[in-house]
């Protein structure tokens, strides 16, 4: 195994150096970063035996990479490590060189291959990062070109990598939430299903020998059966379909805002999803502000995260009015889907030039109490499940149980 002299960047900041054996330059970039150093420079040491490349195909490059998408977690890592070299007075250009060099996806390394060179021809980093939209936002590049303007670039990029950590936590914690209550579902809809289509007609048909006219309840359940066991395929077609014709009609331009104003007024999710999408939109304004981007700028970028057309319209209006000097608080407060905490608050910042740090404290204060209330809804759908299955259950064991008794009773 060949020893290879390294260079790189600590965790702290600091240059660090030595010689270590690995399989290659990557797997020394690789093992290193696990150790938390970021490796600017790596030379065969002496002694060490070069190893030679495999044709074609690279073999530190496996097919299945290639495949791999970038997630939001990969481009906050690249931040935060570009962050720490640039602080380290590394130049940018060598700094894109440095985390090309160890990007280990494919699709990465080629986005960071094609920023790396259009910064050594002279272009900036916003209008480099620019060039690939699905994997830097409007909100990205807007904070790196407000940073670069600045003269802060560094600082921007580690607001940016809290930023994005933050929005994934907040998301985690949503889906996290959400996966019980989509498990128990499935569970009950599979449940019922063999019940009906395998369990009951076997049941049932004892009854038809009888000749005797069965109860109401009785009555539907035996049709229910046959209707769900003999139409299975046309039920999944109906629900297939209405899945994807709701689907499509909620986005579409008539059928978005009547459906995301049916949400916001859902007594279950609705205060849930205003409250996820408030603290969204606060933590993205006042991050940008913090970075030096513009007020109008910042509104324009921010609305794009709320999700709900409904709060985005409020949010277009409320920017109409701070264009003609009317107070940012006052609009939203007019529009009366933000809480009034919030615009209280907003307002308390607009006054002492605090804006900025007041946002990000009604975030933290919102993500806090969304964190309280998934646990509360959690708590809640638990029971809920449950009754429903036992009333599901409960009513099919009736409506079998009723007529087996007036057999009983007969035969007596």
Not at 57 to 83: N, W, Y
Not at 182 to 204: D, E, G, R
Not at 211 to 230: C, D, E, I, N, Y
Not at 290 to 298: A, K
Request: hydrophobic share 50%.
């Amino acid at each position: 195994m060949p020893l290879y002299a390294y260079k790189g960047i600590g965790a702290s900041g600091k240059t660090v150096s030595g010689v270590r054996d690995a399989d290659s330059p990557k797997g020394l970039r690789q093992a290193m970063r696990k150790d938390g150093v970021v490796v600017t420079q790596v030379d065969l040491s002496k002694g060490g035996k070069k190893q030679t490349r495999a044709k074609g195909l690279s073999r530190e490059v496996e097919f299945g990479e290639v495949l791999k998408s970038i997630k939001k977690t990969d481009v906050a890592a690249f931040t935060r490590q570009l962050s720490t070299l640039l602080k380290a007075g590394i130049p940018l250009a060598e700094a894109l060189g440095a985390l090309f060099d160890q990007a280990e996806k494919v699709r990465l390394k080629r986005v960071l291959g094609e920023v790396k060179s259009a910064v050594n021809e002279g272009a900036s980093l916003a209008d480099s990062l620019g060039k690939h939209p699905r994997v830097f936002d409007g909100l990205f590049i807007s904070m790196v070109r407000a940073g670069e303007t600045a003269g802060n670039l560094d600082e921007v990029l580690v607001r940016l990598a809290d930023f994005m950590e933050s929005a994934q936590k907040l998301r985690g914690k949503v889906k996290g939430a959400m996966v019980y209550p989509i498990i128990m579902v499935i569970v009950a809809v599979t449940v019922l299903s063999i019940l009906m289509i395998a369990v009951v007609p076997q049941i049932t048909a004892t009854f038809a020998t009888q000749g005797r006219a069965l109860p109401l309840k009785t009555q539907f359940l035996v049709w229910l059966s046959h209707v769900m066991g003999a139409y299975w395929y046309m039920w999944l077609v109906a629900i297939a379909a209405m899945i994807f014709g709701l689907r499509a009609w909620s986005r579409s331009p008539g059928g978005r805002p009547r459906w995301h104003s049916f949400v916001l007024r859902s007594w279950l999710f609705g205060p849930l999803v205003r409250q996820v999408a408030v603290a969204r939109f606060c933590r993205t304004l006042g991050t940008m502000l913090e970075s030096g981007v513009p007020m109008l700028r910042s509104l324009e970028v921010a609305k794009e995260v709320l999700g709900n057309a409904i709060l985005v319209k409020a949010v277009e209006a409320a920017r109409a009015g701070v264009t003609e000097g009317e107070s940012l608080a006052g609009m939203l407060r007019r529009s009366g889907h933000f809480p009034a905490t919030v615009t209280h608050m907003m307002a308390v910042g607009e006054r002492s030039g605090t804006l900025e740090s007041m946002l990000i404290r009604v975030a933290d204060a919102h993500e806090q109490e969304i964190e309280m209330r998934l646990q509360r809804l959690t708590a809640l759908l638990e029971p809920l499940m449950i009754m429903f299955m036992g009333v599901a259950v409960g009513f099919v064991v009736f409506a079998i149980l009723e007529p087996l008794m007036d057999m009983s009773q007969m035969v007596r």
